[in-house]
């Protein structure tokens, strides 16, 4: 079974530019969530959708933005990137709620210069 | 105050001893717990999720929960080597079901 695919791996965008993520999940599951990750902050909640519907948003400006596609793909978009958004970006699905656990994809790591 | 805390560490055991971390959370009706361990340079794995107060076993790893005091620890018995990663204990706060609360992780060297 394959895991949760996210692409591109690596992205290095210039400040002002906007990114748009790509999250594949696991067969079946419907429920995909997005977290950033961060040497200082650690994992932080982005947002979580099933079934197309944005379920939870995390603390972030409306510069994320995040859609969910009738097969359950994902992506997320970044507009107006500044320098504190470089991160690691994890996409994480699920086959429910999320109640046994997200599982994660290898992450795209985006540095903004 | 943060709304899950753990230890940054490092926290470090020698091959064969029982580590043990742990992890505080501030939401009081927080319903759902969960371990992942992160390799460095690798994403998260989860080790095992935790819901009743008490004891949880699988494998070498033993999730503990204590939800009047608020916290939930992760034991690791036997630990070896390949043990030694970041181990992130996460929260499902009441307020947001499908949101899980991080903390900033414990990271754990065994030593051979």
């Known amino acids: 079974k394959a895991g949760v695919t996210q692409t591109p791996r690596y992205l290095i965008k210039t400040r002002g530019q906007q990114v748009t993520l790509s999250c594949s999940p696991i067969s079946g599951h419907r429920s995909v969530s997005w977290y950033q990750q961060t040497p200082g902050q650690g994992l932080q909640f982005l947002f979580e959708y099933f079934s197309e519907t944005q379920r939870n948003k995390g603390n972030f400006p409306g510069r994320f933005s995040g859609r969910q596609f009738s097969n359950s793909r994902s992506e997320m978009n970044v507009s107006t990137l500044e320098l504190g958004d470089s991160a690691l970006y994890l996409c994480a699905s699920s086959s429910g709620q999320g109640s046994y656990g997200y599982t994660f994809g290898s992450g795209t790591r985006l540095t903004v210069v | 105050q943060k709304e899950v805390e753990q230890n940054s560490g490092p926290l470090s055991v020698p091959e064969g001893a029982i580590a043990s971390l742990n992890c505080t959370y501030s939401?009081?009706?927080?319903?759902?717990f969960f371990w992942y361990r992160q390799y460095s340079g690798k994403s998260p794995e989860l080790i095992m999720f935790i819901y009743s107060n008490g004891d949880k076993e699988d494998g070498r790893f033993t999730a503990q929960l204590n939800k009047a005091s608020q916290y939930v620890s992760l034991l690791i018995r036997d630990s070896q080597p390949s043990d030694s990663a970041t181990y992130l204990c996460a929260v499902v706060p009441t307020s947001g079901t499908y949101k899980y609360i991080f903390g900033t992780g414990t990271r754990l060297k065994v030593l051979a």
């Open positions: 939401d009081r009706g927080s319903q759902s």
